[in-house]
């Protein structure tokens, strides 16, 4: 069982509507989450990280963590075609530590 | 400012021969991850270094990888004698000390025929 769980999807959401995803983790002692959004043929690109339960809004995209659920998810109002991408959830310490991701899922907004 | 460089962008070995990619970190960010990304997955650690001291290494898959950092800034990974199963794309990511926020090179496609 890998340590941080996407559904690879693909995920498919119409513009303007709410793309959910999700993560699930097992180590317990994962502190940080992040969220990279991947386009194809690049490499990974930060686009938010959460370290306490609850939520955290930036622009269109919200962080949810639930650390009793063991579950991460991320919410992206008003979804545009610019969107489509692979998104990696990573999991980790406080501090300098390695990241740990999913396999990510992808993440198609249909004009 | 500059963000994080790795060259050269493509890599085609045979196999069994050496080869050694090379990180540039963002200036300041005194600690730099490798990652191992195989088509259709995520990022899978190697190693870290923290400053030039190399903290851990227990992702590296065998003792034909090889991580150094000797100054403190730029890294190279080098594969010795590679295999088909070394194709992937190897990135470099770097943060600022006690900061796990990590910002990824562009990744060196290495294929091994």
């Known amino acids: 069982q890998k340590e941080v769980e996407q559904n690879s999807g693909p995920l498919s959401v119409p513009e303007g509507a709410i793309a959910s995803l999700n993560c699930t983790y097992s180590d317990r002692g994962s502190q940080s989450f992040f969220w990279y959004r991947q386009y194809s043929g690049k490499s990974p690109e930060l686009i938010m990280f959460i370290y306490s339960n609850g939520d955290k809004e930036d622009g269109r995209f919200t962080a949810q963590l639930n650390k009793a659920s063991q579950y991460v998810s991320l919410l992206i109002r008003d979804s545009q075609p610019s969107d489509s991408a692979t998104y990696l959830c990573?999991?980790?310490?406080?501090?300098?530590?390695?990241?740990?991701f999913g396999t990510g899922t992808r993440l198609t907004i249909i004009p | 400012g500059a963000g994080v460089s790795q060259s050269p962008r493509y890599k085609v070995a045979k196999r069994g021969q050496d080869v050694a990619l090379r990180c540039d970190p963002i200036?300041?960010?005194?600690?730099l991850f490798w990652y191992q990304q195989a088509l259709g997955q995520g990022p899978e650690f190697l190693t870290y270094f923290q400053n030039e001291a190399q903290l851990d290494k227990s992702g590296l898959p065998s003792d034909r990888f090889f991580a150094e950092r000797p100054e403190g800034s730029v890294s190279t990974l080098k594969i010795q004698r590679t295999q088909q199963e070394d194709s992937a794309v190897y990135l470099c990511?770097?943060?600022?000390?006690?900061?796990?926020?990590?910002?990824f090179g562009p990744g060196t496609r290495l294929t091994v025929l």
């Open positions: 200036s300041g960010h005194v600690s």
């Open positions: 990573a999991g980790g310490g406080f501090g300098n530590e390695k990241l740990t």
């Open positions: 990511a770097s943060s600022l000390e006690g900061n796990n926020e990590q910002f």
